[in-house]
């Protein structure tokens, strides 16, 4: 089965402190990508960052980086210095082929000013 | 420029009615789909088309039905709608269906039946 879990309904953090946002995934597949996707309260997906998983060496995106353990099936996401416009909800997928997409329930991340 | 649009973006209508939601993209992209995310967020394929072909057909009830008339265009329409219809309906596309790409998503269109 195909699955992704985000065990953190919802998150909050003070702004410019860091927080992570968990994310692990089962599939049988070898070949998959993961992705962070952010919905604002626009309700508009936008792509936050993207990991290939053949790759070791985490990906990062100006203060968002990841910390993949492919091993663990885990995808974790860190921001560092969080900012006001950061509050979203969080989505963690994963594409196989035929680029079917997974996404995971999401957590919803408030900053605190 | 928006690169996946839709319309409309709010749309609010009765029980038993039909509507249709058009989407237009403007990135090149071969692939196109539709995502309905429920009141708990939770967002699921619905169908998937490529270069006007349809390659995933989620279980969907009949009464939804996808047109491609173009690769740049993915219009969905509902018969008969119900309450349970009531969902955030995201289009998006993606350059093709080769695992990893990207998807990019539209607005979203927000479908209240009452």
């Known amino acids: 089965a195909q699955t992704v879990t985000q065990s953190q309904p919802e998150m909050s953090v003070q702004e410019a402190e860091t927080v992570t946002l968990s994310c692990t995934y089962d599939?049988?597949?070898?070949?998959?990508?993961l992705f962070w996707y952010k919905q604002p309260p626009s309700r508009q997906m936008i792509l936050v960052i993207r990991?290939?998983?053949?790759?070791?060496q985490n990906a990062t995106e100006n203060r968002f980086s990841v910390n993949f353990q492919k091993a663990a099936k885990s995808f974790s996401l860190k921001i560092s210095d969080s900012q006001l416009g950061d509050t979203a909800m969080y989505f963690c997928a994963f594409s196989t082929t035929g680029n079917q997409f997974y996404f995971g329930t999401g957590t919803s991340l408030t900053v605190i000013p | 420029d928006t690169a996946v649009s839709q319309t409309p973006k709010y749309l609010v209508t009765q029980m038993g009615n039909d509507k249709s939601i058009k989407c237009e993209q403007n990135?090149?992209?071969?692939?196109m789909y539709w995502y309905k995310q429920d009141s708990k967020k939770f967002l699921k394929i619905m169908f998937s088309?490529?270069?006007?072909?349809?390659?995933i057909n989620e279980t969907v009830p009949n009464r939804f039905s996808p047109k491609s008339p173009d690769k740049a265009h993915l219009n969905l329409h509902i018969n008969s709608l119900e309450l349970g219809d009531s969902a955030v309906y995201f289009c998006?596309?993606?350059?093709?269906?080769?695992?990893?790409?990207?998807?990019?998503f539209g607005e979203g269109s927000w479908l209240t039946v009452v």
């Open positions: 088309y490529n270069n006007k072909e349809l390659i």
């Open positions: 990135l090149g992209h071969d692939t």
């Open positions: 990991q290939e998983a053949y790759k070791q």
């Open positions: 599939t049988s597949e070898n070949n998959y990508y």
């Open positions: 998006a596309s993606s350059q093709g269906v080769r695992g990893g790409n990207t998807i990019y």
